[in-house]
């Protein structure tokens, strides 16, 4: 890339995003309602390349026009499709257990003034003499709104 390329697309990422959509109508012949600055500088970047170094060539276009149009594309596969390798089509829903503390632990959190305190068991929380099956239940109790329960007892991911 020469050298004024290079200025003029670091120059972007320094406008503000009514600059850059000044900047994409300038460019582009038509206005956008675009605001996200990520999305707009990145256009108008390739857009000062493609029209200094040339776009895509014939072949990638007519490749693209070739894959957009074929009307056979599942956005679903079909029930039993991996039943002959034992693999299941949809992803599992098992609840993810992976970097909870272990069974026995005792996490403990200040809210409203008071020291609460919740156990971890083998399959869920204790509470208050209470089984919950999920750390948002026990922050949903104690709350009584609904929170991300490794958010809410600090347990880090």
Do not use: C
């Amino acid at each position: 890339m020469s050298a004024t390329i290079v200025e003029q697309i670091q120059g972007l990422r320094q406008m503000t995003v009514n600059q850059l959509r000044e900047k994409y109508e300038e460019i582009f012949g038509e206005s956008t309602t675009a605001r996200n600055k990520d999305y707009l500088w990145k256009k108008i970047a390739w857009r000062i390349q493609e029209l200094e170094y040339g776009g895509l060539s014939e072949q990638a276009k007519k490749r693209a026009r070739e894959i957009a149009n074929e009307h056979d594309i599942r956005v679903r596969l079909p029930r039993g499709a991996f039943q002959e390798f034992n693999i299941p089509a949809q992803p599992s829903r098992a609840k993810n257990k992976a970097n909870l503390p272990a069974p026995g632990t005792i996490l403990t959190r200040e809210y409203k003034s008071r020291t609460i305190k919740v156990e971890v068991l083998e399959n869920g929380f204790r509470y208050e003499g209470r089984v919950f099956k999920s750390l948002s239940a026990t922050a949903r109790e104690i709350t009584g709104t609904n929170w991300n329960g490794r958010l809410f007892w600090g347990v880090k991911e």
